[in-house]
């Protein structure tokens, strides 16, 4: 597909760099010539300098015929003006970057006059994982698919785990519990298991279950943790206002730290029943004084890296039951991994996830629609969710799965069949109206169909 992509800050270099690894004829627009230079050396596009709002910059980048214009410059009214002139030049869809709160409401009243077919909030989307993963503070990271249905989580194999030396086949009647481990990151290696596959100390492993199956499962491995009251969040940002707006309605108490009095000052005014202190958030004295010792879970939001991660460190030290640590730069992930940090969110990567489901969703040929796309395993795998719809049918529908020849380095991990959810074995089909969770190191699945090996 024709993308042109408007602003080549870092969503917009991410977006590029996926999007072409994707096979995608992508135009990136941008005021900056050292970015777009940067961008069009290291991913071969082509960089068009100029405002992306521009009749005669659009047309240079063949808006006209681009199946898709995404608009992630810094500046929300900017990208829906793209999106505008976008569509009035005739591109097929428009995708906007929007992240000011003001905008939420009227975005869904003028949507269809402002011919978007898609806008994308980082900061929304980031609050409600972080959300999501307070919510089982056991898991080191979690990922919803069949509107919360089934959850995939991952969690540690940690020294004494009854999981230890057992063969992933075992593992239901050992537990009593149905589960499915569909991917082990071992040291630098990542696996997609079968069912021989031995787990040991240290391994990383992503786990699909029902909500109600993680709660046993986590009580049964010793690792189960009280839920979430008091939450700490250092950082007042848009994530951080998002955040709390969600944690006040589940009856949560939120205290915030911010050291702008000007964005506190805001803070205040807009979460009332959230206590907002000013003061630096990495000052260890003030967060003694603030109580960190006595909170439940550190939500670290301010916008540098390096603070995050020291202010992280000092709340693993102080037993917390979660610390979710906000990072920019994925270079980092060794050191987090050395430091212990384990629960780590990334706007950047949330809001590229969302595009790149929806660009696949516009690729689909056989009616099988990527619903939900998670990258898991430090982006190393994926876990994508298909609708089967009532049309495809075939050489996927009613077939049992031992009879289907599947690419490699790829998992079935779950069908739900109405409110039914199948692990399944090889006696099990694909039917019209499932939802399909797959598992894969490959990158390129557009449709269901595509998991068949057809070399």
């Given at each position: 597909?024709?993308?042109?992509?408007?602003?080549?800050?870092?969503?917009?270099?991410?977006?590029?760099?996926?999007?072409?690894?994707?096979?995608?004829?992508?135009?990136?627009?941008?005021?900056?010539?050292?970015?777009?230079?940067?961008?069009?050396?290291?991913?071969?596009?082509?960089?068009?300098s100029g405002n992306g709002a521009s009749y005669a910059v659009q047309k240079e980048a063949g808006v006209e015929e681009a199946?898709?214009?995404?608009?992630?410059?810094?500046?929300?009214?900017?990208?829906?003006?793209?999106?505008?002139?976008?569509?009035?030049?005739?591109?097929?869809?428009?995708?906007?970057?929007?992240?000011?709160?003001?905008?939420?409401?009227?975005?869904?009243?003028?949507?269809?006059?402002?011919?978007?077919?898609?806008?994308?909030?980082?900061?929304?989307?980031?609050?409600?994982?972080?959300?999501?993963?307070?919510?089982?503070?056991?898991?080191?990271?979690?990922?919803?698919?069949?509107?919360?249905?089934?959850?995939?989580?991952?969690?540690?194999?940690?020294?004494?785990?009854?999981?230890?030396?057992?063969?992933?086949?075992?593992?239901?009647?050992?537990?009593?519990?149905?589960?499915?481990?569909?991917?082990?990151?071992?040291?630098?290696?990542?696996?997609?298991?079968?069912?021989?596959?031995?787990?040991?100390?240290?391994?990383?492993?992503?786990?699909?279950?029902?909500?109600?199956?993680?709660?046993?499962?986590?009580?049964?491995?010793?690792?189960?943790?009280?839920?979430?009251?008091?939450?700490?969040?250092?950082?007042?940002?848009?994530?951080?206002?998002?955040?709390?707006?969600?944690?006040?309605?589940?009856?949560?108490?939120?205290?915030?730290?911010?050291?702008?009095?000007?964005?506190?000052?805001?803070?205040?005014?807009?979460?009332?029943?959230?206590?907002?202190?000013?003061?630096?958030?990495?000052?260890?004295?003030?967060?003694?004084?603030?109580?960190?010792?006595?909170?439940?879970?550190?939500?670290?939001?301010?916008?540098?890296?390096?603070?995050?991660?020291?202010?992280?460190?000092?709340?693993?030290?102080?037993?917390?039951?979660?610390?979710?640590?906000?990072?920019?730069?994925?270079?980092?992930?060794?050191?987090?991994?050395?430091?212990?940090?384990?629960?780590?969110?990334?706007?950047?990567?949330?809001?590229?996830?969302?595009?790149?489901?929806?660009?696949?969703?516009?690729?689909?040929?056989?009616?099988?629609?990527?619903?939900?796309?998670?990258?898991?395993?430090?982006?190393?795998?994926?876990?994508?969710?298909?609708?089967?719809?009532?049309?495809?049918?075939?050489?996927?529908?009613?077939?049992?799965?031992?009879?289907?020849?599947?690419?490699?380095?790829?998992?079935?991990?779950?069908?739900?069949?109405?409110?039914?959810?199948?692990?399944?074995?090889?006696?099990?089909?694909?039917?019209?109206?499932?939802?399909?969770?797959?598992?894969?190191?490959?990158?390129?699945?557009?449709?269901?169909?595509?998991?068949?090996?057809?070399?």
């Amino acid at each position: 597909m024709k993308i042109v992509i408007v602003g080549d800050g870092k969503v917009g270099q991410a977006l590029t760099g996926r999007l072409s690894e994707e096979g995608h004829d992508v135009v990136v627009i941008d005021n900056s010539p050292d970015a777009l230079r940067s961008s069009v050396e290291i991913y071969d596009v082509m960089g068009i300098s100029g405002n992306g709002a521009s009749y005669a910059v659009q047309k240079e980048a063949g808006v006209e015929e681009a199946d898709l214009l995404i608009a992630a410059t810094s500046g929300d009214e900017l990208n829906l003006l793209c999106c505008m002139l976008a569509k009035k030049l005739g591109a097929r869809h428009t995708i906007a970057r929007v992240r000011n709160p003001d905008y939420a409401d009227q975005l869904v009243l003028m949507k269809e006059e402002l011919g978007l077919s898609m806008t994308v909030n980082p900061e929304q989307a980031a609050a409600r994982e972080i959300a999501r993963m307070l919510r089982f503070p056991s898991a080191l990271k979690l990922d919803s698919f069949a509107r919360g249905q089934v959850e995939l989580v991952e969690i540690k194999v940690k020294a004494g785990s009854p999981l230890l030396g057992q063969a992933l086949y075992s593992l239901s009647g050992i537990l009593g519990i149905r589960i499915l481990i569909c991917a082990v990151r071992r040291g630098e290696e990542v696996y997609i298991p079968t069912g021989n596959f031995v787990l040991q100390e240290g391994d990383k492993i992503s786990i699909t279950a029902s909500p109600s199956e993680l709660d046993s499962l986590f009580r049964k491995l010793g690792i189960y943790r009280q839920k979430i009251h008091r939450v700490m969040v250092v950082g007042g940002g848009r994530i951080a206002y998002y955040l709390a707006k969600q944690l006040l309605k589940l009856g949560m108490p939120v205290k915030i730290i911010e050291k702008d009095p000007l964005r506190c000052e805001q803070l205040s005014d807009v979460l009332p029943r959230a206590q907002i202190i000013l003061g630096d958030g990495s000052d260890r004295e003030l967060l003694e004084e603030e109580g960190i010792e006595d909170m439940d879970a550190l939500v670290a939001l301010t916008g540098m890296d390096e603070e995050n991660i020291i202010i992280s460190m000092y709340a693993g030290t102080l037993g917390l039951s979660k610390v979710v640590t906000k990072i920019n730069r994925m270079s980092f992930q060794e050191i987090l991994d050395g430091a212990g940090i384990e629960s780590v969110i990334t706007p950047k990567g949330i809001t590229v996830n969302q595009i790149v489901r929806y660009v696949r969703a516009m690729e689909n040929s056989q009616g099988s629609n990527v619903e939900t796309l998670h990258r898991i395993v430090d982006g190393r795998v994926e876990a994508l969710e298909f609708n089967v719809a009532g049309n495809c049918v075939g050489e996927l529908t009613g077939i049992p799965l031992k009879d289907l020849r599947t690419r490699p380095n790829l998992l079935i991990a779950c069908i739900i069949r109405g409110r039914q959810i199948i692990y399944p074995g090889g006696s099990d089909t694909i039917e019209a109206g499932d939802n399909v969770i797959v598992v894969t190191t490959n990158h390129q699945l557009q449709d269901l169909s595509d998991i068949l090996d057809r070399s």
